[in-house]
């Protein structure tokens, strides 16, 4: 079964250091995710990204952050100057077209910022 | 603000038990949701979507979905060990967007 996968599986930075984590999504997905989850707390919203461009982001998702699709297959997310707070496991997922679709996760990046 | 509403728990169930999570959410635009089960330090892994009212069940889980009181549950018999983990209910809109509750955690005692 197609997967999403994602890179790398922990990432250990120094504060106001930058961050990127990689993604490909599943090949024939449209749609994609970037969520945070804090140690404890709900998963949180920050980018979906649809047709090369954002088309929803959260209040999480400041200057700070962007996204980018350079190639057909990768999704990265970049954190300009990490702070403590960034720190926290990553998820992209990704949807086929319909909103009926479930969100498919990958395995996450353990962040850690130091 | 669309929110998704769930009790934290921690809920526990003997072995062999019937384990039931509730779910509310605030957005009657709400299309479709979904459970998911989370085993800490891992990814969030899909158990069950539901579309329209009703039941619906697949093996040992029971989604149950009534729109008009915006309310989803999740019904897992025999409970089992494995069954230990946070459970998400998640509800998506019209404009794929999702929205996540804070999670029940289930601990199965055998």
């Known amino acids: 079964e197609p997967e999403v996968t994602q890179t790398p599986s922990h990432q250990v930075t120094q504060m106001g250091q930058e961050v990127i984590l990689r993604c490909v999504p599943i090949?024939?997905?449209?749609?994609f995710y970037w969520y945070r989850q804090i140690l404890g707390q709900k998963v949180e919203f920050l980018v979906s990204?649809?047709?090369?461009?954002?088309?929803?982001k959260s209040e999480i998702f400041d200057d700070q952050f962007s996204v980018e699709r350079p190639d057909g297959s990768n999704f990265t997310l970049k954190i300009r100057s990490t702070k403590l707070e960034d720190s926290a496991m990553y998820f992209c997922?990704?949807?086929?077209?319909?909103?009926?679709?479930?969100?498919?996760f990958g395995n996450g990046t353990r962040l850690t910022v130091t | 603000q669309k929110e998704v509403e769930q009790n934290s728990g921690p809920l526990s169930v003997p072995e062999g038990a019937i384990a039931s999570l509730n779910c509310t959410y605030s957005?009657?635009?709400?299309?479709?949701f979904f459970w998911y089960r989370q085993y800490s330090g891992k990814s969030p892994e899909l158990i069950m979507s539901?579309?329209?009212?009703g039941d619906k069940e697949d093996g040992r889980f029971t989604a149950q979905l009534n729109k008009a009181s915006q309310y989803v549950s999740l019904l897992i018999r025999d409970s089992q060990p494995s069954d230990s983990a946070t459970y998400l209910c998640?509800?998506?809109?019209?404009?794929?967007?999702?929205?996540f509750g804070t999670g029940t955690s289930l601990t199965v005692i055998p």
């Open positions: 997922a990704s949807i086929l077209t319909s909103s009926n679709s479930p969100l498919h």
């Open positions: 090949s024939n997905h449209l749609y």
């Open positions: 990204f649809y047709n090369n461009e954002i088309s929803e």
């Open positions: 957005d009657r635009g709400s299309q479709s």
């Open positions: 539901i579309y329209s009212n």
């Open positions: 998640a509800v998506n809109n019209m404009g794929n967007q999702f929205y």
